[in-house]
Each structure stands twice: as structure tokens, then as C-alpha cells.
């Protein structure tokens, strides 16, 4: 099951659940649209795979199979002047 990290690794942005703007990689990676597109070209920094819309997890699922409230951000030289 997906974790939903809560926020872009790069710039440090929310991504609550149900936003539509997060990205992530097979390895659950987690950016925001922007950074994503503008910074990585839609590829992972980190394992060199493609950068796609993570999915909504339904409202009703939430409850059971919460988000993750554990926030990450990677030292990314894209990254460096944010």
C-alpha cells in the first residue's frame, strides 16, 4: 500500500492525500508537480525512474489506511537554492 508521503522531497510543499499535484516514482519518491517537471524532467533523482501522478486514495479508505505524517526532504543540488 502506498505510504502518501505528506510533502515534496525537494522543496518541502504539502501534498495532502487528495491533491492531484504529487508525483512519485515505483519507489514511493515524493515531489511535487513543479519540481517534478521543472527540476527532474519527470525522472526520479534518486533511482533514475518516471515521475507519475500518484493516485487518490478514496476519503472512505483514509480512516483505516491513514496518510503518512512523516515528512523527507533530500539534500538534491536541483534543490539547492529553495
Known amino acids: 500500500m502506498l ?3 505528506p510533502n ?4 518541502d ?3 495532502p492525500a487528495h491533491t492531484r499535484d504529487a508525483r512519485i516514482c515505483t519507489f514511493e519518491c515524493t515531489f511535487c508537480a513543479d519540481c517534478a517537471a521543472n527540476r527532474f524532467e519527470d525522472v526520479c533523482p ?3 525512474g518516471e515521475l507519475v501522478r500518484r493516485p487518490i486514495r478514496p476519503v472512505h ?3 483505516k489506511h491513514p ?3 512523516e515528512r523527507f526532504v533530500k539534500a538534491h543540488p536541483e534543490c539547492a537554492e529553495l
Open 8 to 11: 515534496c522531497e525537494c522543496c
Open 61 to 63: 479508505h483514509l480512516a
Open 13 to 15: 510543499v504539502d501534498l
Open 3 to 5: 505510504k502518501l508521503k
Open 67 to 69: 496518510a503518512s505524517t
Open 46 to 48: 534518486n533511482c533514475g
